[in-house]
């Protein structure tokens, strides 16, 4: 019990640690962004790379969330005799959360890693330290770029996962199930708020996750020892914070918004 409580000591000590630096790197990264103003094209680009890039396994996943959640909640409004609802239901589960979350989920895993591996390889292989001896900021041409990329691109790719689940709740819903089209969407709009599910559920959801899944892909990055190991260990604690990030934040913006 007495080796125990010091371990888990610097366990909490090394966590705290690590957000704190992880803060302080945000705040340089915000300072920052008016020099990055000059690598618009590698904005771009990186904004490609993780936006653009993703919108397969966002549309696809959407798609298919969609498709189970109408098939689920269909089964069981139909004990109530509320099937009529379930394009509601459906619509509000997706704007509130499931889009947000998913496509949150979704793009560390894809994109959050890839940056993440990116920028630990550059530093692998001494490019990093190589742009700071030519005077170039590599805050300013790495990192910031990376940052904005991904918290212009979450907005965007949620709107896209939500109009996917909804298609994919219509698809199985009226073609499939035999919910009047009619009904389906008319209750949908008629129940839906435009500044609780759109505004608060999606932007601003969508908003707060892509800049939290951004700062740890970078952060990790930048702080990972320039090894292969260190490399693949950075990727992994991407995903793993990342998500943890994800679900508590997810919580904490649902106990304010709503």
């Known amino acids: 019990m007495s080796a125990r409580a010091p371990r888990s000591r ?18 340089t990264l915000l300072a920052a962004i008016p020099r990055s103003f000059r690598y618009l094209r590698e904005t771009t680009r990186q904004l490609w790379f ?17 498709m189970v959640l109408m098939l689920q909640l269909y089964h069981v409004l139909s004990i109530f005799g509320g099937t009529s609802a379930s394009g509601m239901v ?7 959360e499931l889009g947000p979350v998913v496509t949150a989920l979704l793009f560390a895993g894809r994109a959050g890693t ?7 390889l550059m530093r692998a292989t001494d490019q990093i330290s190589a742009m700071e001896m030519m005077a170039v900021d590599p805050v300013a041409y790495v990192a910031t770029p990376r940052f904005l990329a991904g918290l212009i691109a979450m907005p965007l790719l949620c709107c896209v996962f939500c109009a996917m689940a909804i298609f994919g709740g219509h698809l199985v819903g009226v ?29 601003l959801k969508s908003l ?32 793993v914070a ?16 709503m």
């Open 50 to 66: 993780v936006g653009a890039m993703s919108l397969t396994i966002i549309m696809v996943c959407g798609l298919f969330v969609g």
């Open 175 to 203: 073609t499939w199930l035999g919910i009047d089209n009619g009904t389906f969407w008319s209750n949908m709009t008629a129940q839906v708020d435009v500044h609780t599910d759109i505004v608060n559920g999606v932007l």
């Open 114 to 120: 890839a940056v993440t591996a990116e920028i630990g």
């Open 90 to 96: 459906v619509a509000l589960s997706v704007y509130r």
């Open 208 to 239: 707060a996750f892509g800049a939290v899944v951004s700062l740890i892909a970078v952060f990790q990055g930048f702080t990972t020892p320039p090894t292969s190991e260190g490399v693949a260990y950075a990727t992994t604690r991407t995903v």
């Open 10 to 27: 610097n366990v909490v000590t090394q966590s705290l640690a690590q957000i704190g630096a992880c803060g302080l790197f945000l705040l």
């Open 242 to 257: 990342s998500s943890i990030a994800i679900l508590a934040l997810d919580f904490v913006l649902t106990a304010f918004l």
